[in-house]
C-alpha cells in the first residue's frame, strides 16, 4: 500500500492523479467532440454513432466507471490540495496582493472548475437524462430509420433499417434555444480555458516539460484550446444562425 | 546621463508591518522616509529610518538581513507585494532607492507563509527549510572517506546543471511568492542538485521521497505550476527543476513500492 | 603570564602531520559518546568540524547567531578553492602550495601548519566531491582549475563565482544530515556571549538566545570556537553586517591570547562608498585589473569632472607610472596603498573623493564591447545593479576596501589556544596565513580545520579528560559569568542615550581605516590610541538601546558587537604599533623600501605577538611566539 499511500497522501502524488484524471477527461472531451461533430453530416452518422455507443452495453458503462472516477479523484485532489493550500498561505494575507506572471488561466482553475462541473451536470440532465427540455428529449422523439450502415473502424456497427434515437434532432432542437446555446457556449468556452493551464500543465507534474520545448509546448496548449473552442463553438453556433436545422418537420412532433 | 537622475533625493511613505511577537497581532504602520539617495540600498534606507526611530526611543523595525551583497538568503522583505521587491533576480539587499520615484507609498510586509511564522516585525522563522535539508539534502560521506575527487566523472553539461539547481540561496522567496506557499521550487532545486551528480544516486530515491514527506508534513502548499516561484526566485532558478523532481517522485514511488529489500537491510551485529 | 607552547611536531616537515596522528592520544569509541564539544559558529570551519565530531561519535552542540546555519559568511567568496592537486600536470605539489602560502604570507606564519594545510588540501577537494559541490568541470567530466594570484600554478577549484556559497552548503548539508540523526544538537539565533573557563579550562559558554532573550548556560567538556574573522571593526568592509568579533573577544578577556591583531587585508577592487549611510562594501573580482587601467585626474579641480572630458595627458595611471614593471597587476596590497595616496592628495573621485577610475575603454577598443561582455559581463552587471552606471560608458569607481583579517585567537599545532579545552579554527584563529593571506586560501583553512586537523587533535585534549567529569552547568562560574552578561545587558538597555548604536560603529570605522588601514604611522596609531578609548568612553555614556533584552533586539545585538570592537580596535592598534616593520597586511609608513614593499625586520619581528588580556583599563601582556623556520629561508617578497 506503499504506492497508494504515496499517490493519495503526498502532494506530489496527488498532483500526479489530478494530471492522469486530466488526461483522462482530455482524452473523453476530444473523443466526445469529435463524436459529434458528425452532427454536421446526414442523421445517419450521429445516430449510428449513438446507437453504436447503446450497443457498447456494460463497455460503455465500464468507460463510463473510468470517466466517474476520474471526475471525483480529479475534484477530490483539487478540493484537497485547494484546502491545503489555503492554509498554508497562512493567517495573515499580504497587504497588497501582486503577481509577477501567473495566468488568469492557472489563477482561475478552481472557478473554471466549478462553472464546468455545474455545466457537465446540465449537459448530462439535458441530453443523457432528459432531465430539462423534455419535449426535445431522445426519448421523446420519433425512431430515426437509418438510411445506410454505420461504420466504425471500418465495421459496420449499425445496419441500415435500423430504428434509432433520433439524437441528431435532439441535439439540434436542443441548441435552438439562445439561452441554452448560450450558456454552452459560455461553459465549453471557460473549459478551454481551464484546459489552456492544466493541458501543459500536466506535462510539467509528469516531469515532461522544459525550458528545450516550453515554449512550443504552450503554442500547441493554445493552439489545441483553441481548436477545441472553435469545434464545440461550431454546433450551436451553426445551429443559432440556421445552417444546421431539424431534419423532420417541427410539426411532427407538436402533432404527437 | 545617469548622474543627473541618481542624485536627486527622493522621499517615501513606508507602511511597514509592525509585529511584536508571534503571539501578538501586527499592523501596518507608517513612517516617512525622507530625502534619500537613489544610491542607497533598501536595507541602508530601513537604517536609516531605524537610526531615527532610535534617536525617537521607538523600537527600530526589525529586518533580516547579513552579507548586503545577494548571497546569504537572510533578508527577506516583502516590498509592494513582491517577495524581495522591483526587480529580477535580486535579493532585498540589491535593491536601491532608484527603483522607486519620490512621492511613492512603499509596502513591507515579511514573507507571508504558515511554514514561516512571523518571529518579529519583517523576520520570519524560516527553520523549516533547514529541516527539509536534515530529512534527505545531503549525500552521506564522512570526512576521510571519500576518494580521488578525478575518480568519477561528471559530464560537464549535468554538472552545470546541478549548479543552476545549487545557486539556491534558502531565501524562501519561491514560498512567499507562490499563492499557495509552496516550497516546491526550493526543494526541487536541492533535490536535483544531488540527484544530477553521479555522488547523488545511492541515496536519490530515499531522498526526493523523504525531502517532499518532510516538506508536506510541515505545512507548505502544493504546488499549481503558476511559475510564481521561479519568477521571484532571487538566483532565478528554473521552475524546469520541479518538473524533475516530479518525475523523480514518480519513479522512485514506483521502485521503492515495488523493489524487494534486503532482509538483513538493518544491518547484522559485527 | 601565558605560556606558548606550539607543540610542533619534529622531523622532517612532510613527516611532521603524519607523525603527529601517530603520537597524539586516542578516544575510545565507546568513550565519544560520553564527550559533549560545543561548537560556536556554523561557516565552512564551524560546520564541517560539527558534523566531523559527530560522526566520530562524540556528542555535539552547535550554536549559530544566524536563523539557519547555512548563512555564515563563508558563502561570500567567490574566487575558489586551492588544493595541490597538480590535475594540470603544471607542476604543482604539497610543498608548492606551502611555500607560495608561506612566502605569500610573508614569512609570518608557522611552517609545520602551513605545511599540514597543503597537504590536506587535497582530501578537502575529494571531501567537498563526495559530498556533491558541483565544481566546474571540463568536457571529459573532470574538474577544472584556474588560476590565482600569488601562484605560478593553476590549482584553484571553483563553482562559478559562488565557490564558497557551494563549499558552505557541502558542509551544511553535512550538518543537517547530522543534526537530523541527532548526532548533532543544533541550536541556531543563538550567540555566544562568553566562555566559562573553569579550573583554568574551557568548558562551557553561555549564550543568548536572539529571539526570547533569554541567557542560557551550556556546559560541555570542550569548546570550539570557529567564528570568524573581525573586519567588522572598520565598520565598512566586504564582511556580512552580522560578522563579528564577540565570541574570540570575550574568549580572550578570558585569557585566550589574541595572536597578531593588526594583521588585515584590504581588497584592492572594491565599489565605493557613496555615503554616510553605506552600510556594506561589495567587492569587485580582482580579474578586473587584468584588462582595465586604474587612474585618476592628475589635477585636483579636475576630480568632479565627467571623466570622458579629461584628455589622455591629463590623467594620472599611477599604478603604470608608479610600478611600470607590473603595472595595474601589481600585488593587492601595494595597489590598494597607492590608491589611498592619491586620494589623500586630493585627486579621488567620486563625490567622496574616496576612488579611483577603473576604465576600460582601451579594452573596449581593443576587444570591443563584446569582447569586455564575455569576460566580464556579470562584474559589470553587478556594478550597474549597485552604481546605476555603465562601465561600458564611463569608467568603474573603485576603493580599497577590509576584507580579511589574519590573525585571531592564538593557536598551537592543536588549533587549541593557550586555554586547555578552547579550540579555535578558521579566521577565528591566526594560524596559517601570517601577515597576508593569498586568495582562495580561506576556503582551504576553514574546511582543512573542520574537515581534517580537528577530528585529530580534540582526542589529544579530550583523552585526558576523564569521561563525565565535565563540570556542571549550575557551577558557581557558568552563574557568575551569565550574571556578568545580565549586567551588561541591563546596562544597555536602561542606559537613557541619545545615539544609535550606528554612530559609534561608523565613528570607530572612521578612526580604524584612518590610524590602522592599509597603512599606518606612529603618530596615527598613538592618536587612534587615544581617540578609541574617548570613543569607547562615549560609547558608554551615551549609547541608546531602545526595546528590551527579553525580546528579539537588533539594536542590543549590535550594542554587545560594537562594544567589543572597541575595545579590540585599540587592541589592533597597540599591535600595529609595537610592530615597528611592515610585513603583508601591516604596512608601517616609517618602513618601507624605496619602491614602496613591505620592509620586514625578521630579527625584531620574526614571531607571532601574542597579547593577553590583564583586566579591565590595564595594558595588555605582550606574548611573544618565535617563529623557527627550519626548511625555508625568510627572504623578502618578490613579485616582479
Not at chain 2, 531522498?207 to 505550476?225: P, Y
Not at chain 3, 592543536?414 to 577565528?428: K, R, Y
Request: glycine share 10%.
Amino acid at each position: 500500500m506503499h504506492l497508494f499511500g504515496l499517490f493519495f497522501r503526498s502532494s506530489i502524488g496527488r498532483k500526479i492523479l489530478m494530471a492522469v484524471t486530466g488526461l483522462i477527461l482530455i482524452g473523453f472531451v476530444i473523443g466526445h467532440l469529435v463524436g459529434n461533430l458528425q452532427v454536421f453530416q446526414d442523421p445517419d452518422h450521429l445516430n449510428g454513432y449513438a446507437q453504436f455507443l447503446r450497443q457498447l452495453g456494460p463497455w460503455l458503462w465500464v468507460a463510463r466507471l473510468v470517466l466517474i472516477v476520474s471526475v471525483v479523484i480529479h475534484i477530490w485532489a483539487a478540493t484537497a490540495l485547494t484546502l491545503e493550500n489555503n492554509r498554508a498561505r497562512g493567517p495573515e494575507p499580504y497587504g497588497v496582493k501582486y503577481t509577477i506572471r501567473a495566468t488568469l488561466a492557472s489563477r482561475s482553475m478552481r472557478l473554471t472548475g466549478y462553472v464546468v462541473l455545474a455545466f457537465v451536470l446540465y449537459h448530462l440532465a439535458h441530453f443523457t437524462w432528459g432531465a430539462v427540455s423534455r419535449e426535445s428529449y431522445k426519448d421523446n422523439l420519433e425512431l430515426y430509420t437509418m438510411q445506410n450502415d454505420y461504420r466504425f473502424a471500418g465495421m459496420p456497427v449499425v445496419k441500415a433499417g435500423a430504428e434509432v434515437h433520433d439524437v441528431h434532432e435532439m441535439v439540434i432542437l436542443g441548441f435552438q434555444s439562445p439561452v441554452v446555446s448560450l450558456f454552452y457556449i459560455v461553459a465549453v468556452g471557460l473549459l478551454s480555458f481551464h484546459l489552456l493551464h492544466g493541458f501543459d500543465s500536466l506535462f510539467q507534474t509528469f516531469g515532461l516539460r522544459s525550458s528545450r520545448w516550453s515554449g512550443c509546448l504552450r503554442k500547441v496548449t493554445v493552439l489545441f484550446c483553441l481548436v477545441y473552442f472553435l469545434g464545440n463553438l461550431a454546433i450551436p453556433g451553426a445551429v443559432l444562425i440556421g445552417s444546421l436545422r431539424p431534419h423532420t418537420a417541427r410539426v411532427a412532433v407538436s402533432g404527437r | 546621463m545617469v548622474a543627473a537622475n541618481t542624485t536627486q533625493p527622493l522621499s517615501i511613505t513606508l507602511r511597514v508591518w509592525r509585529q511584536a511577537d508571534a503571539r501578538q497581532p501586527g499592523k501596518f504602520v507608517e513612517y516617512q522616509a525622507k530625502d534619500l539617495s537613489p544610491n542607497m540600498s533598501f536595507l541602508e534606507m530601513l537604517d536609516v529610518v531605524n537610526d531615527q526611530l532610535t534617536g525617537k526611543g521607538e523600537d527600530p523595525i526589525a529586518f533580516a538581513h547579513d552579507c548586503r551583497e545577494g548571497i546569504c538568503g537572510t533578508c527577506s522583505c516583502t516590498i509592494n507585494g513582491k517577495p524581495h521587491g522591483p526587480g529580477k533576480g535580486v535579493a532585498t539587499c540589491q535593491i536601491y532607492m532608484r527603483a522607486f520615484r519620490d512621492g511613492d507609498v512603499v509596502t513591507v510586509e515579511p514573507f507571508r507563509a504558515a511554514a514561516f511564522p512571523v518571529v518579529k516585525d519583517l523576520i520570519t522563522d524560516r527553520s523549516a527549510f533547514d529541516k527539509i535539508q536534515s530529512a534527505g539534502g545531503f549525500i552521506t560521506v564522512r570526512a576521510g572517506s571519500a576518494p580521488e575527487a578525478n575518480g568519477m566523472p561528471v559530464p560537464k553539461p549535468d554538472a552545470d546543471l546541478a549548479m543552476d539547481a545549487a545557486t539556491c540561496i534558502g531565501c524562501g522567496a519561491c514560498v512567499a511568492a507562490c499563492k499557495n506557499a509552496s516550497a516546491m521550487l526550493f526543494v526541487a532545486a536541492k533535490v536535483s542538485h544531488l540527484g544530477l551528480m553521479p555522488q547523488g544516486q545511492a541515496e536519490r530515491d530515499r531522498r526526493v521521497l523523504a525531502m517532499v514527506g518532510t516538506m508536506d508534513e510541515l505545512g507548505f502548499g502544493n504546488c499549481t505550476n503558476y511559475y510564481e516561484c521561479s519568477a521571484a526566485c532571487p538566483k532565478l532558478i528554473s521552475h524546469d527543476f520541479i518538473a524533475r523532481m516530479n518525475r523523480d517522485f514518480l519513479t522512485a514511488s514506483f521502485r521503492t513500492s515495488f523493489k524487494p529489500e534486503s532482509a538483513g537491510a538493518s544491518g547484522g551485529a559485527a | 603570564m601565558a605560556t606558548l607552547e606550539s607543540k610542533t611536531p619534529s622531523g622532517p616537515l612532510a613527516d611532521k602531520w603524519r607523525k603527529h596522528k601517530a603520537d597524539i592520544k586516542l578516544v575510545n569509541p565507546a568513550n565519544k559518546r560520553k564527550y559533549e564539544v560545543i561548537v560556536v559558529g556554523a561557516g565552512l570551519a564551524g560546520a564541517s568540524a560539527a558534523s566531523s565530531l559527530a560522526d566520530l561519535g562524540y556528542k555535539v552542540k552547535c550554536f549559530v547567531f544566524h536563523d539557519s546555519p547555512r548563512r555564515a559568511h563563508s558563502i561570500a567568496a567567490q574566487g575558489g578553492i586551492n588544493a595541490a592537486k597538480n590535475y594540470q600536470n603544471d607542476g604543482d605539489s604539497v610543498y608548492r602550495l606551502f611555500y607560495d602560502t608561506i612566502k605569500g604570507g610573508d614569512y609570518r606564519s608557522r611552517e609545520a601548519n602551513v605545511h599540514r594545510l597543503a597537504e590536506v588540501s587535497v582530501n578537502i577537494i575529494d571531501q567537498c566531491v563526495a559530498q556533491g559541490v558541483p565544481f566546474a568541470r571540463e568536457y571529459g567530466g573532470l574538474l577544472a582549475n584556474r588560476s590565482f594570484g600569488g601562484a605560478q600554478v593553476s590549482r584553484t577549484f571553483y563553482a562559478r563565482g559562488q565557490t564558497g556559497q557551494q563549499l558552505l552548503l557541502g558542509a551544511y548539508s553535512a550538518l543537517m544530515r547530522t543534526a537530523g540523526a541527532g548526532t548533532v544538537d543544533l541550536r541556531t539565533q543563538k550567540e555566544m556571549l562568553d566562555l566559562v573557563v573553569v579550573d583554568g579550562q574551557a568548558k562551557g559558554v553561555i549564550v543568548r538566545d536572539l529571539v526570547t532573550g533569554a541567557l542560557e548556560r551550556h556546559a560541555a567538556d570542550a569548546v570550539v570556537l570557529a567564528t570568524g574573522g573581525y573586519g567588522n571593526v572598520f565598520n565598512l568592509s566586504t564582511y556580512a553586517r552580522g560578522s563579528n568579533a564577540t565570541a574570540i573577544w570575550r574568549a580572550y578577556k578570558r585569557g585566550a591570547c589574541f595572536a597578531n591583531p593588526c594583521y588585515t587585508q584590504i581588497h584592492p577592487t572594491c565599489i565605493p562608498v557613496s555615503g554616510d549611510y553605506q552600510s556594506k562594501l561589495t567587492l569587485m573580482s580582482e580579474s578586473l585589473r587584468n584588462d582595465g587601467r586604474i587612474w585618476v585626474p592628475k589635477k585636483k579641480e579636475d576630480r568632479l569632472k565627467d571623466p570622458s572630458t579629461i584628455a589622455d595627458a591629463d590623467r594620472d595611471y599611477f599604478l603604470e607610472r608608479m610600478y611600470p614593471a607590473f603595472g595595474n597587476l601589481c600585488p593587492r596590497d601595494i595597489a590598494s596603498r597607492a590608491a589611498k595616496r592619491v586620494c589623500d592628495e586630493g585627486r579621488g573621485v567620486g563625490p567622496s573623493g574616496l576612488g579611483v577610475y577603473l576604465d576600460f575603454s582601451d579594452a573596449i577598443s581593443r576587444l570591443g564591447a563584446n569582447g569586455v561582455r564575455e569576460r566580464y559581463g556579470n562584474l559589470f552587471d553587478i556594478y550597474h545593479e549597485i552604481t546605476a552606471e555603465s562601465a561600458y560608458e564611463q569608467p568603474m569607481r573603485i576603493f580599497p576596501a577590509v576584507h580579511y583579517t589574519m590573525g585571531g585567537l592564538w593557536v598551537d599545532y592543536n588549533l587549541m589556544s593557550n586555554i586547555p579545552g578552547l579550540f579555535v579554527l578558521g579566521e577565528a584563529n591566526f594560524s596559517d596565513h601570517g601577515a597576508n593571506r593569498l586568495g582562495a586560501s580561506a576556503l582551504m583553512q576553514g574546511l582543512a580545520d573542520g574537515y581534517f586537523v580537528i577530528p585529530y587533535t580534540i582526542g589529544d585534549y579530550l583523552a585526558t579528560q576523564k569521561p563525565g567529569s565535565r563540570p556542571s552547568a549550575d557551577g558557581a562560574q557558568f552563574k557568575a559569568a551569565e550574571e556578568a552578561i545580565r549586567t551588561m545587558t541591563k546596562r544597555f538597555v536602561d542606559n537613557q542615550g541619545r545615539e544609535p548604536v550606528s554612530h559609534f560603529h561608523k565613528r570607530l570605522g572612521k578612526l580604524m581605516w584612518e590610524f590602522c588601514g592599509m597603512a599606518r604611522t606612529k603618530a596615527g596609531l598613538e592618536t587612534a590610541l587615544q581617540k578609541i578609548p574617548e570613543l569607547r568612553e562615549e560609547f558608554w555614556a551615551n549609547v541608546r538601546v531602545p526595546g528590551s533584552a527579553e525580546t528579539l533586539n537588533q539594536s542590543l545585538e549590535q550594542a554587545g558587537r560594537v562594544a567589543d570592537f572597541l575595545e579590540l580596535g585599540e587592541l589592533m592598534c597597540r599591535d600595529a604599533l609595537t610592530r615597528e616593520e611592515s610585513c603583508g597586511g601591516h604596512f608601517r609608513e616609517e618602513h618601507q623600501h624605496p619602491d614602496g614593499e613591505c620592509k620586514r625586520n625578521d630579527d625584531g619581528f620574526g614571531h607571532v605577538a601574542a597579547w593577553e588580556y590583564r583586566g579591565e583599563g590595564q595594558t595588555p601582556q605582550r606574548n611573544v611566539e618565535a617563529l623557527n623556520y627550519e626548511f625555508v629561508k625568510m627572504s623578502v617578497r618578490n613579485y616582479k
